[in-house]
């Protein structure tokens, strides 16, 4: 997960996007505890302005 969002803050990537199943718990709490928010109701996690200036 590391190496992709270091991948995506290379390419000046605005937002990387995870989709799980929504009974997947462990990805859940790995996904949030990485910074990545769950849009409620699409099974998808996003990580928004991931861009370090």
Not at 3 to 29: C, F, G, H, M, P
Not at 42 to 52: A, D, N, P
């Amino acid at each position: 997960m590391q190496y992709a969002i270091d991948l995506a803050i290379e390419n000046k990537a605005t937002r990387l996007q995870l989709e799980t199943d929504d009974d997947d718990t462990l990805a859940s709490t790995l996904y949030n505890n990485l910074g990545f928010k769950l849009i409620p109701g699409k099974g998808v996690q996003v990580k928004q302005t991931i861009v370090e200036i």
